[in-house]
């Protein structure tokens, strides 16, 4: 059964119990945060390509799952 909002943290993804998109959705969620201010950040232009392609790679990957479903 997918977790309630209270019996997670707001850093962690839901839980879907699907595993590609559990993944996919973990993977988004490790994916830079451009509003971090520590001193070791890496450019903001590198972190914002870093968010867009894991973007992107979500919408892949959610988007075959969805296609397994519907066949």
Known sequence: MPESMDE??????????DTRVDAALQDLA??????RTDSERESLAE???AVLAAGED???RLTAR??????
Do not use: I, Q, Y
């Open 8 to 17: 997670r943290t707001t850093d962690e993804p839901p839980r879907t119990e």
């Open 58 to 60: 979500a919408h892949r």
């Open 66 to 71: 969805l296609s397994d479903l519907g066949t």
């Open 47 to 49: 972190d914002l390509d």
């Open 30 to 35: 490790a994916a830079p945060d451009p509003g």
